[in-house]
Structures are given as C-alpha cells and as structure tokens.
C-alpha cells in the first residue's frame, strides 16, 4: 500500500511540474507555425478577404490557438481544404487541426481516428429555395432538384429526410462552395442543403438578390460543428479544447479583447488564474502561462468573435440563438477552467 501511495505521489508530482510536450506541439514549436484546416470560402466561418487573409469564426479559432501556443496569432498557415480531403489531411499530419464547421460524429470519432475538441457552432441543416416558387415547406420538395456537397453528413442526411417522408428528389452533387452556389443561381437544382448557418452566409454574401431566396423553417439535422484533431496526442486535444473552452469562459466573465490587459489586475481568483497571474495552468498544458490572455487579445472572447462575423457585426446577421451562453439561454458552457 506504501509503495502504491508513493506511486501516485510521484504521479501527481509529475503533473505538477508541467506536462511533457507531445508530438504536435513538438513539431508546431519546430515549424513556428500552426497549419489550420479550415473550409476553402464560407463566409463568417473562413473566407479570404479582399488580401487573402482568411476570417471568420473558424479562423478566429486558428488565429486564438496560435497565440496560446506560440504567443503570435500570426503564427498560423491556413489550408482551405474541401469536404472530400478535409479528414485525410488531418490523418496524414499535413494540418494540425481541422477548424472547419465539420460536424461530429461518432464514426468521425471512431472510424477516421478523429477526436472531438469540443463544440464552436451549433447548427442544423436546412433548405434554401427561391421565395417566386412559393415554398413554404421542405415537404413541398417532392420532386425536386435539390444542390448538395459530396462527402458530407448533408448528403446523408438529404437521403434519409426524402425517403423517412416518402419523398422523391434529385441529388445534384457539387464540390466546390462557388461552384455549389453558382449551380443554385444559374437554376440547375430547385433547392439547396446545407447547414442553416451556412445557407445564411450563401444568401447573404454569395447571391445576387438575397431577398429573393429563403431559408425553410425545418431543420433535419443536429450539427454540431467542431474542431478535430487526430488520435494520439492527448496533449495536442487538450491544448485545443481547453483554447475553445477558454474563449467561451472568457465571455462569461466579460474578458474582452478591449479590456483584457485591465483585467490581469481583477482581485477575482478565476480571473487570475485563466490570465496566468496565478500560474498553473498553461503549465499544466505545456504552454506559457499567459496563453489564454494571449488567445483573447489576438481574437477577443467567444461573443465577440461571433459577433463580428456572423452576428450584429456582420453581413450575416444571425441571432446568437442556441450559441449563445447557457445563462442567456443557449448552449455555450464551457468546462470550468480551474
């Protein structure tokens, strides 16, 4: 019994002097960069600006890790990958993370050897359709014509939703968003799927009249959309989830990226120890201590990032609805950061 105690003391002592860095962050520290993987142009998600430079909510989540990691936000390669390379890029070690509104699943989790670093959006699919063809209903598809990605749980999803209601359609697959989007316009399918948020983003910024498309009031689907990263490297997970987990607690406790260097001097225990003044925990990630403060300077909280490209902010204009905090409602709840 001795001999175990002792273990479990050497263990805990361990842990205490910082955890040992994985093969991720090895090689994320050797490279100098992070290699982020993330959709090739949805907007308020990841889009290139008029410079090139992708932005979004996803890209606010790259941009967050790097700076926790490395101290830099800029530190991050961006990979546009496209729903049928999306996975293998992760699974090959070409990018370090995929933070690309991919909904998870279980055989993602399991199958593909993906883990789960928690959730950044929840959505649902939908249908977008042109207002003139007085559609008030998915249910009012039978015999359409409907646009859908390839490789996707929105073409799963597409099949099950037609034939549960008996339902006829026709699947027109297309890869590419521009190419998805200008196979709408241009009247090859009579409907579109995809998940609502993004349907939102297409009408917005992708079509030429918004308002002469809507987006049906059904949803078919759960997804909830996430960042992945492979299995293996429990350190690398960790250092993710708790990134994301950290820019939600951040909002709740009114951590901005205006007010976060005043707020290192907040007297509040939970405060100081998310900004790193009590230490602990960026070394029990193997990460510098002001990683969490670093990551909400480079993109502000979770509220703010959403906000500025998809909520108020933005051309989008989407209610925070079920992504806003659990107090006000939704579903944001971060793990407790302590």
Known sequence: MRGWMLAGLGLALGWATGALAGPTLDAVRARGGVACGVNQGVAGFSAPDSRGEFRGLDADLCRAIAAAVLGDPGKVRFVATSSQNRFTLLQSGEIDVLARNATQTLTRDTALGLNMAGVNFYDGQGFMVRKAANIASAKGLDGATVCAQPGTTSELNLADYFRSNNLRMTP????????????????RCDAMTQDASQLASYRATALANPDDHVVLPERISKE????????????WLDIVKWVLAGLVEAEEQGITQANVEERLRDPNPAVQRMLGVTPGFGRALGLDERWLFNAVRAVGNYGES?????GRGSAIGLPR????????????????LR
């Open 172 to 187: 027109v697959l297309i890869e590419r968003p521009d190419e998805f989007v200008a196979a709408y316009s241009a009247g």
């Open 306 to 310: 959403f906000e500025r490209h998809l």
């Open 224 to 235: 909830p959309l996430g960042p992945m990263v492979r299995h293996g490297d429990d350190q």
């Open 321 to 336: 609805g079920m992504n806003d905090l659990w107090t006000r409602g939704g579903l944001m709840y971060a793990l407790p």
